[in-house]
């Protein structure tokens, strides 16, 4: 199983930048994805999770300013992120959840099995 991100690097205050998670390995049409980050320092923090047949979930940090996809045909992971501002900057890992079933915490990181090596996103003034 492999989780491969892309599409990160630097951008301006208030830019625009779009990250992608190629998975491969196995089957991942019926399970749930998310993107995290990490600062230096910091915990790893949760960004969005696009859910099979429950939705998309966003951080309040993110909401209206991120977009998570998902192409099930291309089994790929999609960030959108506009308006990206100095707190946004970090290491972002695409991450993949293999057990299936609901009632869980998207944001806690030990609900994911599976996790990509990360692509870093920085954001200057």
């Known amino acids: 199983v492999q989780l491969l991100e892309s599409g990160g690097g630097l951008v301006q205050i208030g830019g625009s930048l779009r990250l992608s998670c190629a998975a491969s390995g196995r089957t991942f049409s019926r399970d749930d994805m998310a993107w995290f980050r990490q600062a230096p320092g910091k915990e790893r923090q949760f960004v969005a999770a696009?859910?099979?047949?429950?939705?998309?979930f966003y951080s309040p940090s993110v909401k209206g300013r991120f977009t998570a996809s998902r192409d099930n045909d291309e089994s790929t992971l999609h960030l959108q992120m506009n308006n990206l501002n100095t707190e946004d900057a970090g290491v972002y890992y695409c991450a993949d959840r293999s057990r299936y079933g609901p009632n869980y915490d998207v944001t806690n990181t030990e609900e994911y099995d599976y996790w990509g090596q990360g692509t870093q996103v920085t954001v200057s003034f």
């Open positions: 696009v859910t099979w047949g429950v939705g998309t």
